[in-house]
């Protein structure tokens, strides 16, 4: 009889070698399946990818239309609406790819970082799955399959620098390997997505016509296409500081000293739909962009400084909720066209969170064999979590001052 740590290796081994064929496609080749989940935050999700990437099956239930009555994500009600719904999605990805989760090589789910009372009925969820059907575990970071899932759609080689921007987070990091990254900077105080979501409550566009089914970055950039966005002059965040960490609520701030300002001007009270709503959504929105673009150029400049991204063809990946902001995907542009590097950003859909990003993530750590574990081995999920190597104070200590950038974007 093996003992209990050599059972266990055998048994990843033999999943190594799984093959699987579909009643409907007859024999395909030998490859290995991964089950995702997500419920990092407000959207629920699961994915079962292939070892090629492709997507098999998957599901989403999204919060957007109850968070967007309730003025904001209540933690409670996010985890209440993953409860009812987890055990729905993933039957749903399931059956739609047509795999019993006997076939299953692993599950992957996110346990960090996120809202604590989402990521724990995932996790709970995930934990009774693979001892139910004796499937190996593997835990993922949120931020480093937002980093990995263009991996899923393209040949794009390690190291690479990536800019990932959502509701709860900004950062940049220079993705060295699957679970190997340098931490160039990160949000001080609030995340970009986060700052336009209070800024679309402030100006209550809920109210507006167009705006009423969108969430608040949604709103902002809808409205910002008709917008002057000269009109209103916000300062860009920590322009004195030259490290590539990110603050979003100073701006904030500004923004709504301009909008009492307005308020106080036309005579109207909080909760009505400025005559300058456009103006102000369009200024805000090119400020985001400008200081997530002056401190990606500052990290683009780090690394080359320092030989942290390869001479030939280095690629920036932008990702995150926020990367399907396409305002901001041109900024961004502009800097990597400036600095001589390839933009990639993955469609919008794959931006937002979902299953299969984080069925991806383990796909990519089950071929290296990184970070999975037997299905008893218990787990705890953590709402704050740092994504590799905190390398900001090199950043910081290097000061690096900007070249000037024309940053003329179309709306």
Request: net charge positive.
């Amino acid at each position: 009889m093996f003992p209990t740590k050599l059972q266990t290796l055998h048994r990843l081994l033999q999943l190594r070698h799984t093959c699987w064929s579909s009643p409907s496609l007859g024999r395909a080749p030998c490859s290995r399946l991964v089950l995702g989940i997500e419920t990092s935050c407000d959207d629920t999700g699961a994915a079962v990818l292939d070892e090629t990437g492709a997507i098999l099956g998957e599901s989403l239930h999204s919060q957007k239309e109850v968070h967007l009555r309730t003025g904001g994500i209540i933690p409670k009600v996010a985890q209440q609406l993953h409860r009812e719904n987890i055990e729905r999605v993933v039957q749903e990805a399931l059956d739609r790819s047509d795999v019993d989760p006997s076939r299953l090589s692993a599950v992957a789910t996110t346990v960090k970082p996120g809202l604590g009372l989402s990521l724990g009925i995932g996790l709970e969820f995930s934990q009774r799955f693979v001892r139910q059907h004796n499937k190996p575990f593997i835990p993922i970071h949120h931020m480093e399959a937002h980093a990995l899932t263009v991996r899923m759609l393209q040949p794009v080689a390690f190291p690479f620098l990536v800019l990932l921007v959502s509701g709860g987070h900004s950062l940049l990091a220079v993705a060295r390997g699957v679970d190997d990254f340098l931490l160039l900077g990160y949000t001080l105080d609030e995340a970009p997505g986060d700052t336009l979501d209070k800024v679309a409550r402030r100006l209550s566009l809920i109210k507006h016509p167009q705006c009423s089914t969108l969430s608040g970055g949604q709103a902002i950039e809808l409205l910002a296409k008709d917008g002057d966005r000269m009109r209103f002059r916000f300062r860009t965040p920590m322009g004195q500081t030259h490290d590539c960490c990110f603050s979003f609520a100073g701006l904030r701030n500004q923004v709504n000293m301009t909008i009492m300002k307005e308020e106080a001007e036309e005579g109207v009270q909080q909760g009505t739909l400025l005559s300058c709503v456009n103006d102000i959504a369009a200024a805000t929105q090119h400020t985001v962009a400008s200081h997530l673009a002056k401190r990606t150029h500052r990290a683009i400049l780090f690394c080359k400084a320092n030989g942290l991204l390869p001479s030939n063809s280095p690629t920036l990946v932008l990702s995150g909720g926020v990367a399907s902001n396409q305002y901001i995907r041109k900024a961004l542009t502009i800097i990597a066209e400036t600095t001589g590097l390839r933009l990639l950003c993955p469609p919008a859909k794959f931006c937002t969170d979902n299953g299969v990003m984080i069925a991806w993530n383990g796909v990519e750590r089950l071929r290296e064999g990184k970070g999975i574990l037997p299905p008893n081995v218990d787990v705890r999920y953590e709402p704050k979590a740092q994504l590799g190597v905190d390398m900001t104070a090199e950043v910081k200590a290097a000061a690096i001052r900007l070249p000037s950038v024309r940053m003329k974007i179309p709306n």
